[in-house]
């Protein structure tokens, strides 16, 4: 398997700043996904990242270390309707991502 | 046309029953997808279409039956399920091996 390693659950306050951990196997590893997920909807994709550092996507960002096994998703400035599942998605080789179990973002007022 | 479109979004069937699940896109991508998802899980890959060709099957028994009629069409049909077998099935298509999925709405799945 893939080893995929993300907190289950994240609580932050709205208009904070969260970091979203991943850790994965490094063997064969060709690329990394971030994928949301809303409850009872499909995950919408986020980003990709195959080289390292940080990609900035408006409010996301998404971080990798390819020596370390480590990606991080920071969001800024939370809004409420962030509140979701974050799906971590490493791919090995030319092999389909496998999904990480998902952190569950909780955002409060 | 940016989406992946799944018909229908709920169905409730008999374990004797058979029906087919629909996944539909005009995108162009040449490889689509058949995934599982239970509750708090992450989704499960179940088949993968390239070039309108089935190249994996993870190991998804043969109650579960894919097809993939023209490159806009993937359907998966169902015969004989289990209870267990209760969950959203998502359809997802992609460009290529550099793009991310792009995921349809599901279809909610409950065999009684």
């Known amino acids: 398997g893939q080893n995929i390693d993300q907190p289950t659950e994240m609580t932050a306050t709205e208009g904070a700043i969260v970091q979203i951990n991943c850790t994965y196997q490094t063997s064969g590893f060709n690329g990394l996904f971030w994928y949301q997920q809303h409850a009872g909807e499909a995950p919408t994709f986020l980003s990709y990242?195959?080289?390292?550092g940080l990609e900035e996507k408006g409010r996301f960002s998404s971080f990798l270390s390819r020596s370390k096994g480590y990606s991080y998703l920071l969001l800024k400035e939370l809004q409420m309707k962030d509140s979701a599942s974050y799906l971590c998605?490493?791919?090995?080789?030319?092999?389909?991502?496998?999904f990480g179990r998902g952190t569950s973002l909780i955002v409060h007022p | 046309d940016t989406e992946v479109t799944q018909t229908p979004k709920h169905l409730v069937m008999g374990m004797t029953n058979k029906k087919s699940l629909k996944c539909e896109q005009h995108?162009?991508?040449?490889?689509m997808y058949w995934y599982k998802q239970k509750a708090k899980k992450p989704p499960e890959l179940m088949f993968v279409?390239?070039?309108?060709?089935?190249?994996i099957n993870e190991s998804v028994p043969s109650r579960f039956s894919p097809e993939c009629p023209n490159s806009s069409l993937l359907n998966l049909h169902l015969h004989a399920l289990q209870p267990e077998d209760s969950a959203l099935y998502l359809c997802?298509?992609?460009?290529?091996?550099?793009?991310?999925?792009?995921f349809g709405s599901g279809t909610r799945l409950t065999v009684v």
């Open positions: 998605a490493p791919r090995r080789g030319s092999y389909i991502p496998t």
């Open positions: 995108m162009g991508h040449r490889a």
């Open positions: 997802a298509s992609r460009q290529g091996a550099l793009s991310g999925y792009t």
């Open positions: 990242n195959v080289l390292d």
């Open positions: 279409y390239s070039y309108e060709k089935l190249s």
